[in-house]
């Protein structure tokens, strides 16, 4: 049996059950097979990746080991109902790994993946991540939340996951690899800690809300409180005049003083929810911009790392759900 060692420690890594695809209404095998990755032949090796998420962590762990990441989910997109063109299969064949996140995120990839899997490296990053770290839920095939990114304490652990991947993938940047992982896992760590639950405890309780456009946010939820809403559903492109109303109601029963806009995404859904409040006597505000799927306007835009886009939507969220400044918050 292969062993990896961590440079950080002896970090054994167990020998799971390997996993290449999804099928939407499958729940996803919860076990990996590091010792089944294929080493790639050469470095830089090209990266496929479905989402902005991914190439972010492309681009933190392999920017010397790996060419830049193409990403099939462009801004504006939605995941939960992307479908692969035939430029975008073509990517991936070129490619020496593809990455995509699982946990029935990117339901659309099924038949490309299908297609591909035995010619190109398929590897669902959430496989063999622990379940228990995880919200269940029955909106997704796999029965849990997969925006495991908005969940700071959850993604810690998962970059340690993600640092196995890139290590059997590329044994010889195992010390690459390690030490970003420290670095930016320790990053994150104090993100979650030091940052957001100063901002997230010193919004008064009956001001914790978040609504916005997508359901991507559940883990904020857990971790601070927060109650979240939002206007389209998982895996819907649209959305009703009955779920404006609803949301209207609720805004009003609440006084939610603000909504947010996402990065990269219409604002015509917030402006007809507004407009419905409005109608029946509040005024509710339409807040700054936070991050959803995407962590910046522009793809080409590298001012925008997870931990600075966390910073900034934390930030965000308090200074406008606050009452009034709170002693020892952060800038």
């Not at 933190?60 to 997109?77: D, E, I, Q």
């Not at 979240?228 to 003083?257: C, G, Q, T, W």
Request: hydrophobic share 40%.
């Amino acid at each position: 049996m292969k062993k990896i060692f961590l440079s950080a420690g002896a970090v054994i890594i167990m020998v799971f059950t390997v996993f290449h695809c999804q099928r939407q209404g499958t729940p996803e095998p919860q076990n990996m097979d590091f010792d089944a990755i294929k080493p790639v032949e050469k470095i830089p090796y090209n990266m496929v990746v479905s989402m902005d998420i991914i190439r972010e962590l492309g681009y933190m762990f392999a920017r010397t080991r790996s060419n830049r990441a193409v990403v099939l989910v462009k801004p504006g997109m939605n995941p939960l109902t992307y479908t692969p063109t035939e430029e975008d299969e073509k990517a991936v064949l070129e490619a020496d790994v593809f990455f995509y996140m699982g946990l029935g995120l990117e339901p659309g990839l099924t038949p490309l993946i299908n297609r591909v899997k035995d010619k190109v490296r398929c590897i669902a990053i959430t496989s063999g991540l622990d379940r228990k770290l995880l919200l269940k839920s029955g909106a997704y095939p796999g029965g849990y939340d997969p925006h495991i990114w908005w969940g700071p304490d959850v993604w810690e652990k998962f970059l340690r996951h993600f640092t196995k991947i890139l290590v059997a993938l590329d044994p010889e940047g195992e010390y690459k690899y390690s030490t970003v992982y420290l670095r930016y896992g320790e990053s994150t760590n104090r993100l979650n800690h030091r940052f957001m639950k100063l901002w997230m405890d010193a919004i008064p309780e009956n001001r914790r809300y978040l609504v916005t456009l997508y359901p991507a946010y559940s883990y904020l939820n857990r971790l601070y409180g927060i109650t979240v809403k939002s206007i389209f559903d998982p895996y819907k492109d649209e959305y009703s005049r009955a779920r404006i109303n609803e949301l209207a109601d609720f805004i009003i029963e609440h006084k939610v003083p603000a909504i947010f806009p996402e990065a990269t995404y219409s604002t015509k859904p917030l402006l007809e929810l507004k407009e419905a409040v409005a109608k029946k006597g509040y005024d509710v505000t339409i807040g700054p911009e936070i991050y959803s799927y995407f962590l910046a306007q522009e793809m080409d835009d590298r001012n925008y790392t997870y931990p600075g886009a966390v910073r900034t939507m934390g930030r965000a969220i308090y200074d406008t759900l606050k009452i009034e400044e709170v002693p020892g918050v952060p800038d």
